[in-house]
């Protein structure tokens, strides 16, 4: 006779470990990776390793604390580590669109910014005291007046030539004009034409003549104007580099040790020499403004000289360590931000905007994988980084093949940070299937379990991860029995009474659950009771449906039978998920057989009801009922198994077990009593196999046979294998231990025909047939019965 189980074994201990504190807030918070000593493994070899391509995947199934754990965990690790530098962009005076990035050392940066920002702010003045100073009007003056002599010089020559050939010189913005002179007064238009021709021919051949003389001296007059402003250019150039100075040498002097700065500050004070004009005016042109040209349109020209700061390390403890939730294109790799002014975007280096990937340079990066897949070009885009070494700030559009306006090309800068992707398993198994880069570039793979083992020192340490999140949420703290109360929770969600759930986002919820109901009675702590309230109110919210699918049950809408006996029929169990909440549904599984030769038919099946591992359970059962019962003759048989009241298809092979019970009753004529419900699948050698979701189905049963009215004989039968996995809920237990409710552990068919029927399953004899009046010796007559039958029918 199969033993039943006692209450004890129904569930895991209520306490493990004698806590050693009155509640958590006595315990130290824990900073450790809880259960996932093969993922912290993982870890520590993938951050150590240098070399290129090991980067980490991390696998698990959400709620397992991956992101959290994971940035905590780099956290630690990063305060060991050298902070990175800062990195600016800079105008590049040689192709602006083409901005220059410069590195500095973690604070530098900043620095470097402040210094250029009171440059600026000071530059333009500074100049105008100078270039308004009496010092170099003087200057100006003495130079001009030296040039203007030579003018003089040059002038009086001409003016003498020209007298001398009988013509005045006169100046004018188009040149110098040679006019006739008769009687001693100069002719105009008018008076010329006057003349008679041949006196205007004369007068024209000594213009022609005086014409060709006086080209050598025009070349004087534009040399001298060469000369006029290369002297003032000079002076100009001399006066500001002596302004300058008192500037510039500081800075230089501050960043001697950085060879691109210093040649950037070169670069700005050659570009201030060469446009002197330009920075005076405040940007402003030469000529006046137009009466409809658009006001703004011109910045100031100092403003080339800014410094943009795009990665500040100034305040940084060690290593960057950067969680990017919202990996979009622009947030990872940033962008040039745009102006509209007038109807027209603009841009330069001042606005680009660094990323997350430069943020986390010389550190780690965090990226949920399906963040990545938002956009194809963010993965892709993620993978050319890594391989090339180096990050690139490129318009998306761009990156996509188009271009809608002229953009920037900023310099790239070297990339060197350890990329940690979070994600699915599956997801890393298509990526490593199809992704040949993936496999290069990702080399480390560290999976999330979602359970731990239940031992004193992993309890312990779970109540340290509870003092944690009390701590860090403001949370109340808990007593011991609030402590048990959620390792009970986590060995539940486990399914395992010797494991507990590392799936700490649901057990952080119910604690905060509990945290309100503990809040609203005005306690001091949680305790079990405010944990168990939690977890059935919880429940609450979301089983109406269950509710109602009992009701129809009891109301006999849905036929279940809860007592007597039928041939054929055995109650079998299914777990309904709702998406977030699972509850156990009995269905009635019937059988009948018949004289035939199709064997069994799966109506489930025939029906496009069923699914691919559902029909592999019911083709099992031939391969059973062969083993047993055609090894002498054939299998003549024309069986029919059904889920009734099924509508919306069956998938799974847990009842298979409950449908060979079935088969057999039905062909050995002996009926089961209907107080039971089995789940289980099976083999071909007739061993009973462990099944999913068994807290819920057994739960599922309990409630039904509550509604319809308990007689104390009621009970489960399940594979034994599925012991370990007992975490029912307090009520169920109890009616267990009061003897209102039984469960049946089976190891094989023949043990649980038995426990359903009470009739002996029956032992082959050595000439292969059953003991008589019992189970297999029933079924293998009435098979034999039916062979006999055909044979007559066909004779």
Known sequence: MIKELSYEEASGTLVDVDFECSSTAELLPSTDILGQDRAVRALQFGLKIKDKGFNIYISGIPGTGRKTAIVRYLEEIAKTQPVPNDWCYVNNFDDPNKPNALRLPAGKGAEFKRNMGQFVSEVKQVLSVAFDSDEYSKRRSDVLR??????????????????????????????????PIVNGQPMNEEEFSSLPPDLQGQIQKRREALQQELRGSMRQFRDLERKTSEAVRELNRSVATFALEPMTSVLMEKFSGYEEVVAYLERIEEDILDNLRTILRGGQPDQPQLPFQMPGARSDPTDRYKVNLIVDNSEQKGAPVVLELNPTYTRLFGATEKEARFGALITDYTMIRAGSAHRANGGFLVVPVEGLFQNPMIYDSLKRAISNEKLEIEEAVARMGFMITKSLTPEPIPFDAKVIIVGDPQVYQILFARDREFKEL?????????????????????????????????????????????????????????????????????????????????DDLITGKHINQALEEKVYRSNLIEKKIAEMIARDVIMIDTDGEKVGQVNGLAVLSLGDYGFGKPSRITATVGVGKEGIVDIEREAQMGGPTHTKGVLILSGYLNSNYAQRE???????????????????????????????????????KQHFAVTGSVNQKGEV????????????????????????????VIPQSNVQNLMLKEEVVEAIKEGRFHIYPVKTIDEGIEVLTGVKAGKRLPDGTYEENTIHGLAQKRLKEMAELIKDYRG
């Open 146 to 179: 030296v040039i203007e002599g030579e003018r003089d010089e040059i002038t009086k020559q001409v003016n003498t030539m020209a007298g001398e050939a009988g013509f005045k010189l006169q100046r004018t913005p188009i040149g110098l004009l040679l006019i």
């Open 634 to 672: 054939p299998l003549s048989l024309a069986a029919r198994l059904v889920f009734e009241q099924s509508y919306s298809g069956v998938d799974g092979d847990s009842a298979s077990s409950t449908e060979l019970y079935a088969l057999l009753s039905a062909l050995s004529g002996k009926p089961i």
């Open 442 to 522: 990702f080399k480390v793979k560290a999976e999330f379990d979602t359970t731990m083992e239940r031992n004193e020192e992993n309890v312990n340490q779970y109540a340290s991860w509870i003092c944690t999140l009390c701590n860090k949420e403001g949370l109340m703290h808990l007593d011991p029995s609030g402590i048990a109360a959620v390792i009970q929770y986590s060995s539940r969600l486990a399914a395992d009474k010797t494991k507990m759930s590392t799936r700490f986002a649901d057990v952080s919820d119910i604690i905060r659950e509990a945290n309100f109901y503990a809040r609203e009675r005005g």
């Open 689 to 716: 196999q462990a099944i999913g979701g068994v807290n819920e189905k057994l739960e599922g049963f309990y409630e039904v046979c509550k509604a319809k009215g308990m007689t104390g004989e009621e009970g489960v």
